[in-house]
Each structure stands twice: as structure tokens, then as C-alpha cells.
């Protein structure tokens, strides 16, 4: 089995920051793609920044997101991080770890979501 557990989240004032961690942990085999993913009240679930390490190490970081957010990972841990900063109040939401992987007992490429930690962003 694979757990993926997310921290981090909170209240934060406008322009603030906050920096998010997840952990991935248990059968694992190797990780191809590890990433934020956030839902905001009444919205689609949307892409943040993900690292995929397939062919060397590539980062996707949305637009909106771009030059204040910064996405990293540490592969000794099995962890990625989301360094969020200059938060403003649409930055509100349900932040989500997205793990793709495989497993000891299974080769092929499998997707593991975190349960979601929360920001806020308001004064």
C-alpha cells in the first residue's frame, strides 16, 4: 500500500506565505511524478506545479501561479514541497499532493492522491 499525507496549510494574510509538504510512503518502486494540485469553493480541481522525473527531472507551474510559487522535491524522501508566496485571497483552497508511481509488487504507473490540506488566504 501507499500512503500520501500532506501539511503545511493554514491561515495566511495576504502577501503572506506558507510552504507545503507531502510524503509519500510504503511499497514503493520508483516515482515518475510528483505534484500540487488545488480546488477552490465551486471550481474544478486545477494543476498547480508538478515535477516529473522520467527522462531527468521537468517542472510544469501554471501561469497564475508562476514567480511566486516554487515547487521542489527531495527524492531520498520521498517528499515534495510547494513554497507559496505574495498569497492573495484566490489563492484560496483545498491543496492536494498527486503521487504517480509504482509499486514493489506492481510495475505499472499508478496515481495516489493526498487527503488535501487547506489555506486560506484572507485578512
Known amino acids: 500500500q501507499v500512503q500520501v499525507v500532506e501539511s503545511g496549510g493554514g491561515l495566511v494574510q495576504p502577501g503572506g506565505s506558507l510552504r507545503l509538504s507531502c510524503v509519500a510512503s510504503g511499497s514503493i518502486f520508483s516515482i515518475y511524478v510528483m505534484g500540487w494540485y488545488r480546488q477552490a469553493p465551486g471550481k474544478q480541481r486545477e494543476l498547480v506545479a508538478r515535477i516529473v522525473s522520467v527522462i531527468g527531472d521537468r517542472t510544469n507551474v501554471a501561469d497564475s501561479v508562476k514567480g511566486p510559487f516554487a515547487i521542489s522535491r527531495d527524492n531520498a524522501e520521498n517528499a515534495v514541497y510547494l513554497q507559496m508566496n505574495s498569497l492573495k485571497p484566490e489563492g484560496t483552497a483545498v491543496y492536494y499532493c498527486?503521487?504517480?508511481?509504482?509499486?514493489?509488487?506492481?510495475?505499472?504507473?499508478?496515481?495516489?492522491w493526498g487527503q488535501g490540506t487547506q489555506v486560506t488566504v484572507s485578512a
Open positions: 498527486n503521487v504517480e508511481l509504482s509499486t514493489t509488487t506492481n510495475r505499472g504507473g499508478y496515481s495516489y
